[in-house]
């Protein structure tokens, strides 16, 4: 499985969903475009993320795989599958969100809002802008949140994944998400699940942002079973 992480975030920091798929399946975590020091240029456009991932597989020798990601990821994931389907054999969509509704756009603004960002302080006393800086170096945290900012701004005109999109996506996805959450609300995560032709939803109680809320490990003898279920765990292999 290839598995992305949200914006602001690194592959690194999905180490926890890899550890607890590790029984079940080995699972890669590329860096998104500007993201981990990465350069900034391919973050400017969803295609231009999708590209980025298919040259990446390129690189790496995968063909085909399951693709998924939490968050953002999950919304890149569903991108990837309509745009790349060649390249995707299943997807898992983890806490993703894909409804950017005028709402939801200023709330994604002030979560990339420096200001904001600059007085979170982490569990452990970390403050968020320190541990962001140390994530992106050599790219300045300010300017990773700028570019996810811009991109974001541009969903208003050009929606990542319209209901036409959503219905094009042929292999099957599964879908989770919690009850609670803030950023993704149950009703959109069921919204997403009846716009695509074959999608498993399953939810769990609590928040699902951030990820240290989500009990990972019953969600991956979920998702492997559904892997199972659509004969995934051997059609995903790499190339």
Known sequence: MIFLHGAMSTGAELQPFVDAMAPYAAVRTPDLPGHAGRPLAALGSMRAIA???AAWMDREGIEKDVVGGYSFGGTVALHFARHHPSRVSGVVALAAKHDFDAASLELWRRLL??????????PGGVRQ????????A?????DV?????????????????????????RVPVMVVSSNLDRIVPWEETLAL?????????????GLAHPMRKIPLLAIARNIHQWMIHHQLVQSGSHA
């Open 113 to 122: 809002g420096h200001g904001r960002i600059e007085g979170v302080v982490l």
């Open 138 to 142: 050599p790219n300045r945290w300010q």
């Open 51 to 53: 590209d980025d991932l």
């Open 145 to 169: 949140a700028d570019a996810n900012a811009a991109l974001f701004a541009g969903f208003a005109a050009e929606p990542p994944l319209s209901q036409a999109d959503l219905q094009s996506i």
């Open 129 to 136: 802008a320190d541990d962001l800086a140390r994530l992106h």
């Open 193 to 205: 699940g009846r716009a695509l032709p074959d999608a498993h939803v399953a939810m769990f109680v």
